[in-house]
């Protein structure tokens, strides 16, 4: 925490209550970047993050391969999707009682009462009861109560469609005017969908040193002599662990890399944890509480000097906003996508540039298979548009993968990043443009004056 307040907004009399969800670490890693955004003397609340009975139930439908499949199937199906999105906000509408009081008793407890309760919901589950229970709040304490809705993928899933919200972030133009369609088949509501650059933490934005960018730089060289430091966040899920102990068997055989693991250390993960910790090469970072590691991962990242990250293309994904010039801006490694919101984030990464086209794939392709290919400069070139590359399905070919691309030179050339599109959606301030948003917006909707 301790950026500054944008507009001033949060000085006046607003007290903010962030609701989110431990499905998956994404929800928890947007919450802690907007909070990070906030002024030190600002008290916030954060409702939800500890909800085991979520977390178990994400990690069910992202290992077990027959809920895995039900589950895409619905999120990909029109028809089941949208039976499924009003199913699920009567069954949440319904049982909202207890959270109102919750709410309640936080804000009676406040001295002196604040004017505005500004809720922002990092997850749609608790943003649905909220919205069943805002207008009850409202009267009840006698405040101007505004419930914002953050979507943490660029996946227009009808989930996120909130009706009762007066407010929803989303990445992208694309994923606005989805949601807005089906909003208009809900019914009339006064939701507005806005466009926000994804929110990444302030702290990935510090410029490097010169120094700093050299050393980095020298990682991912073709013929450098420094090892390449990698940085592995372990799924909240506890996805893919099999393909993470094939992958660091392979690069410990290729040699040349230093790795470090961030992991919730679990009854799913202990097993692989134990693993990796006997392995010499590889570092481990891990905590038994999710907060605690999404918190360690960013220190770990501010305090060290990655160059590569593993990571599956979920809200990981929007690290790609940041240039490799700067503290996060690490090249991405995508394993496997898991859900049609992953899928979604890759399309969202391949309509601006940031990933390599259909052809560009196809050559990479031969490259990861060790085969002869001779890349011209007009392939370099549009590599350093890249901001990430998608890597084989099974983890040994991974890291022979990972060793070729430095190997021929493309690594190198996305260190040397040629920078972004003119895009709203691919700017790296999201966190202080939604402060400044909704601060605007409070302001009308509440009367406040903004200092």
Not at 324 to 335: A, C, D, T, V, W
Request: a positive charge; hydrophobic letters at 40%; glycine letters at 6%.
């Amino acid at each position: 925490m301790g950026t500054a307040d944008p507009t001033g907004f949060l000085k006046k009399s607003v007290n903010v209550i962030f609701t989110t969800s431990p499905a998956g670490l994404g929800h928890i890693r947007v919450t802690d970047a907007l909070i990070s955004g906030m002024p030190n003397d600002i008290d916030v609340e954060v409702i939800g993050v500890k909800d085991e009975s979520v977390k178990f139930l994400h990690r069910l439908t992202s290992t077990n391969k027959f809920l895995r499949k039900v589950t895409e199937f619905i999120q990909n199906e029109p028809l089941f999707e949208d039976i499924f999105a009003r199913f699920y906000r009567n069954f949440l509408a319904g049982r909202s009682r207890k959270l109102s009081e919750t709410i309640f008793d936080l804000i009676k407890s406040r001295s002196p009462k604040p004017k505005v309760l500004l809720i922002v919901s990092t997850h749609f589950g608790l943003a649905h009861k909220i919205a069943r229970i805002k207008e009850e709040l409202a009267e009840k304490l006698g405040l101007c109560v505004i419930l914002c809705v953050v979507v943490t993928d660029d996946s227009p899933q009808k989930v996120w469609a909130v009706g009762g919200a007066d407010f929803i972030f989303v990445p992208s133009t694309r994923t606005k005017m989805d949601l807005e369609r089906y909003l208009a088949q809900l019914g009339p509501n006064s939701c507005k969908v806005n466009v926000c650059p994804y929110p990444v933490y302030p702290s990935f934005l510090s410029t490097l040193s010169r120094r700093e960018l050299l050393e980095k730089e020298g990682q991912v060289l073709a013929k450098g002599a420094k090892n390449m430091e990698i940085i592995i966040p372990v799924s909240g899920a506890a996805v893919g662990l099999d393909y993470l102990r094939k992958i660091i068997s392979g690069v410990s055989n290729l040699g040349g890399v230093d790795v470090t693991i961030v992991s919730r250390r679990s009854g799913y993960t202990e097993s692989f944890l134990r693993w990796v910790e006997n392995i010499s090469f590889v570092k481990v970072i891990s905590s038994t509480s999710d907060s605690d590691v999404v918190r360690k991962y960013e220190r770990a990242v501010v305090g060290n000097l990655f160059s590569l990250e593993i990571t599956k293309p979920s809200e990981q994904a929007f690290k790609a906003l940041i240039s490799p010039s700067k503290k996060g801006g690490l090249i991405l490694l995508f394993s496997e996508p898991v859900g049609r919101q992953e899928y979604d984030n890759l399309d969202f990464l391949k309509r601006h540039g940031l990933m390599p086209g259909e052809s560009d794939c196809r050559v990479l392709d031969k490259i990861f298979q060790d085969e002869p290919v001779r890349l011209n400069k007009d392939f370099l070139t549009r590599a350093r548009s890249w901001r990430c590359i998608s890597l084989p399905k099974d983890g040994y070919s991974s890291a022979r993968a990972i060793i070729m691309l430095r190997k021929r030179g493309i690594l190198e050339s996305m260190m040397n990043f040629s920078g972004f599109p003119d895009s709203l959606e691919v700017r790296d301030d999201g966190v202080e443009f939604f402060w400044k948003s909704i601060g605007e917006l409070t302001h009308k909707m509440c009367r406040l004056r903004i200092m």
